[in-house]
């Protein structure tokens, strides 16, 4: 997990605010979320694996947040999330594991259907850089690889944050 401070901070994100966190693996950006946007707000933390979602219910649980719903689901599949209802769609280190040219249309077109109008799309992913660690570099993505895809589905690049080895990458829905 980057500096959460940093990342938040970026976000924007506050109380009342609904929060999507997909591919969320053990939970900690969901975490960190679920105390800013407080009970008046909301977490969905969204992972394909039924294992994370049971260890972060679990976590969840000990703390007893009331805020954070973890479901089972998969990025190239329609969403279980109702329509306009989320401020913040983030994703950490998914993408670049996905067949974007098949699965783009499926993934973009959903994050825009559950976004609210001016809601935020907020991507981090790997430097397309060569590093001795992460994924290969043919399957890092740039950030201008990223725009010109997310663009196509109505969508504005509104930031750009250097996290080091990362970058996030925020879009806004048009």
Request: proline share 4%; glycine share 6%.
């Amino acid at each position: 997990m980057h500096d959460p401070d940093l990342i938040f901070s970026e976000l924007k994100l506050k109380a009342g605010d609904y929060f999507l966190d997909m591919g969320c693996g053990p939970g900690d950006y969901s975490i960190w979320a679920s105390k800013i946007v407080g009970n008046s707000g909301m977490v969905y933390a969204l992972e394909k694996w039924q294992d994370l979602i049971d260890d972060l219910t679990e976590k969840v649980d000990l703390k007893e947040f009331t805020n954070i719903v973890g479901i089972v689901s998969d990025i190239t599949k329609p969403l279980s999330i109702e329509e306009s209802c989320i401020d913040v769609y983030f994703i950490s280190t998914v993408l670049h594991s996905l067949d974007l040219a098949k699965d783009s249309n499926m993934i973009f077109n959903e994050v825009h259907r559950v976004l609210k109008p001016d809601g935020r799309l907020a991507i981090i992913e790997c430097k397309k850089e060569e590093m001795s660690f992460g994924p290969p570099l043919h399957m890092r993505l740039s950030p201008e690889e990223l725009e010109n895809i997310i663009t196509k589905y109505g969508f504005e690049k509104i930031d750009l944050t250097d996290l080091g080895y990362n970058y996030m990458i925020q879009f806004r829905k048009n």
